[in-house]
C-alpha cells in the first residue's frame, strides 16, 4: 500500500517536471502545486509574485485607479450630504440656557454671520450654503480643535470626533468578539455541512440558517434578551455603563447577548457561502486527481478543497475586519449599548447635526474603503485573478 | 415510424430491395406530407415555471401564509368591531384607558382555564388587604382572584403574609364613570329590558359615599383621643394624625373603586389599613342611601355620576366584548386590530416601493446595459456614488424637512409625510439592484443572433429593447423584485423601530411603530406588546424569501427535468 502511494507520488513529480502547472507563479525548482501550500503561505507567495510580476505596473495602475475615483466618489458624496444636511432648519433651542456660546460657535464654524447693529447689539443671520461651504473647508485645514463643529444636544460644545472617537471601544469590543466566535463556527458548520450534501445534517442546518437569515436580528435579540436577561437571568439584560472599564469582566458579561444576537446573522452568513464554495470544490477536476494520488478525503478536503473555497471567503473576512469599526444601529439601540451605532442614532433622533454629517460620513468612508480591500484582496488571494485585467 | 424509415432510406438506396415490401404505402398524388402533430399540449414557459413551483413543498406553504397575512391584513380592518366605533368619541381610533397592557387572551383558552393566552397573569406577593378587595368585589365577574400560593414570611419578629395571585387583567370591578343624560337614559332602558334594572346582577351599582363614612371616621377618631385625654391618658392619635389618616384612606377609596366597604387604619397608621369586619363578620357597605334606597344616580355638572361594572358597561357601550387577542398597548389599544393595520401598511409600502423601483430600475438598466459604452460607464458612476448614500440619511433629511413644511403638512397630513419620506428614501437608491440584474441580462442576449436579424430587419432600438431582449428577461427580473418586498418591509420596520421617523401623531400605523411601542413599554413588562408583531414579521420575511427562492428556481429554465 505504501509503496504503492509512492509510486503514485514519483509519477506525479515526473508529471510535474514534465509540465509544471504553475507556470507563472512558480519558479521551476519548486514542483509543488500551488493548492498544496499552507494557506497563509500561499497568501504571502501571492503577494511576493504580485511584486515580482510584469503586470505588477498594471495592477498599481490599477489600485491608484481605485484609490482615485473612491476620493472623488467620497468627495461627490460629501458635497451632496453636506448641502443636504444644510438645507435643515436650525433649530436654535438646543436646551441649554447659554445662547451666546451658541452664536459664537455657528459664527466659528461660518455658518451664521454676526451683524452689529447701530445700538451696540448683534443679530445673527444664516450665511448661504455655498458660503458655509467654503467656510468648513477651511476650517477643516485651519488646525482649529472643532473642524468638524460642535455637538449642541448630544455632549454641549464637544468637538464629534472626540464624541466618536470614544464611543468606538465598545462596538469595535463587540465586533471582535462576533468575529471570534461567528468565523471559526461559521467555516466550520459550512464545511460540515458541505461534507454531508444531501444528507439530514445538511438538510436540518440548511432549513435553520434560511430560517436565521431570513428572521430580523431584532426579533432574536428580543428573544435572547427576554429569555436569558429577565426570565432565567443568566446574563444581565442590557450593557453595562462604560464606568466598570470596557475590558473588565463585568462589561464583558453584559455584551455576551448583543455579541450573540449579532453571531447569528454573522454564522449564519458564513455557512451559507463555505458551504456553497466548497461544494463547488470539491466537485472539481483537481480533487479527483489528490484522490488518485492517494490524499485521504480529509487530506484532500483540508489541503486542496478548503484552502481554495477560502480564496473567496477571505476577503469577505477582510470586509468585516474594516467593518468592525461601524456599529449595528438597531443590537446598540436594544440592548442599551454606548458605541457608535447608538451615537449615530442619537444624533438623528436629537437632531444634533454635526454629530449625524459627520458620524454619517464615517459610515460612508468606512463602506468605501472596505469595498475597495475586499476588491484589492481577491487579486492577491487568487493569483489566477488579474486586476484590472482590461476586456 | 414508416415515414421516417423511408426517409432514412432514399439516402441508402443500395437496401432498398432488402426492406420488405409490406412496409410500403403508396402515396396519392394529391396526399401532402406533414411532420404528424404533438399529441401532447407543449409545455410553455411560464406553465413549465408554474409545474417547477408547484414540485417545491416549501415555497407553496410559504405561499398560502402570504396569502393568509394579506387576507389578515385585508379583512380584519374592515370586520373588526374597533373599525365600527364612534369616530367622534375616538377620533384616533378605539381605545379604552381602562385596558391599558390588557394580556393577550382567546376564547378556547379562557373556557379551558389553560392558564396560558387567557388574560391571565400570575402576580406574586400581593398583601392580604388587594386579595380581600378582590375576593369582596361586588362586580358581576367576581370571583376573579385565584390564590396559586401562600407565602408566609418572616421579618424579625412579625409573620408577613402574601399570596401569588393569578389575576385576569380583564376585571377592572367597578368603576365610577361620568355619562351624558342621554346615554344615562338608554342604559336604564337597556337595563329594564333585560330587567337587571337596579339589581345585583345590574351594570349600575349602588354608589359609594366615601365622604360621610369618612366624616363618621374622623368624629370617631376625634372622640377617642377627646376620651384619652379626658382620662388622662397619652392619646392614641393627635390632630395631625387624623388628618392624614384620612387624606390616606380618601386616596386609597379614589385609587381603588372596587372597594366598597369600610376601612379603618390599622392600629391609628396613617399608611396601613385594614378591613372593618362587624359581629357577623361581614363587611359594612358605605353605600349612598337615600330613604333606605340605594342611590344610583347622581346630577353632576350637567352629567350623571353613576358606577358601573365596567366590563359590562363597555360591552353595552361598544358593542363588543373588552377581550382582545392580542392583548392591548399603553394606550389601550387592541393589538390585533392595529397589527392588522400594520401589516396592511407594510405590505402595501413593500409592494409599492419594490413597483416603482422595479419600473426605474427597469428602464435605466436596459439604457445603461443596452447601449455600453460611454453612457454605462457614466451609469455606473452614478449609481456607484447614490449607493454610497445610507438609505437613513436620506429618510432622516426627508421627514425633517417635509415635517417642517407647514404648506406640505397642511396638504398631506403627518401621515402623507411619512409615507412620502419612505418612498424617497427606499426609491432613492432600491432600483439600484433591479438596474444591475437589467444590465447583465442585456449585455447577455443583446449581442445574440436573433437580436443582430431583427435589427438587420429594420427593428429600432426600442423595438429590439422591449420586444426582444425585455421579455427574454423577465424571469429573472420578476423574481429579483419580489425578493426585494421582504427588504423593503425590513427596512421599514428597522428604521421605524429605531424611531427614525416619529409615526405617533400620523395615525398611520406600521409594524416597526408596534416594535417601537412595545420596546418603550418594556420588553421585561409586556412582552405581548412585541411578541405578535416579532412573529408577523418574521413570518413574512421567511416566506417571502422562501415564496422568491422558489419563484427563483421556477422560472431557472435550466433546472428543467433536473428533479425527474
Redo the contacts between chains.
Sequence with gaps: MKQKKKEIETEDTILDEKKPLDVSNASSDELVLESDRPFLERFGRGFVNFWRNKSTIDTLKYILKRLLLMVFTFGIVFVVCFVLIRLLPIDENTGMDDKEKFYLSMVSKGIYRRIENPDGTYTYEVMPILLQFVNFIKNLFSGSDHPFGYSYRIQWLISPHEILGSRLTPTILMNIYTMIVSVPVGLGLGTFMALRKNHWEDHVLSVLIMLVISVPSYVYAFVLQYLFGYVWQIFPPTAASSTVGYFSPTYFASIILPVLSMCFGSIAGYARYTRAELTEVLTSDFMLLARTKGLSRGQATVRHAFRNSLVPIFPMILGEIIGVLSGSMIIEAIFNVNGVGGLYLESITKQDYDVFQFVSMFYIFIGLVGTLVVDISYGIGDPRITMGGGK | MEKEIMNFNTEASMDIKSIPSDLFVKKENNENLHDQAFETKPITYLRGAFMRFAKNKASIVAAIIIGLLVLFAIVVPFVSPMSRVDPIEYPNGFKDPNFTYALPTNPINKALNLGWWDGTEVKTGIPKNDLDMYELDDSNHAPIAEVVEKVEEKIGARIQTHYTLRLDSYSTGCKEINVSQEEYEKLVAYEKEQGIYHTDKGIMKPLRNCGSYLDKYQKQLEDEMKAAIDEGVTPPVTEDAISKIIDFLEGYYNQHQRVWYEIVSRNYSQNSFVIKYDANNKVTPIYEMNGGEYVYAKDNLGKVTIRVDYYDYFTFHNGFEPRFMFGTNSAGEDIFYRLALGTRFSLLLGVGISLINFIIGLIWGAVSGYYGGTADLVME?VT??IS???T??IL??AS??FT?NADLKSAIGQGGIIVLAFLLAFVYSGWIGVAGTTRMQFYRFKGQEYVLASRTLGAKDPRLIFRHILPNAAGTLVTSSVLMI?GVI?GE??LS????VNFSTSGLVSIGSL?NEG?HAG??AH?HM?FFP?VV??LL??CF??FGNGLRDAFNTTLRGSED
Excluded at chain 2, 423601530?497 to 427614525?500: A, F, Q, S
Aim: net charge negative; charged share 10%; with cysteine.
Design positions: 458612476r456607484d456614488i454610497c448614500i445610507p437613513i440619511v432622516e433629511i425633517v424637512q417642517n421582504p425590513f420596520s428597522t423601530y429605531l424611531g427614525v416594535l420596546s420588553l421585561n412582552p412585541l416579532c414579521i418574521s420575511m421567511i424569501n422562501l
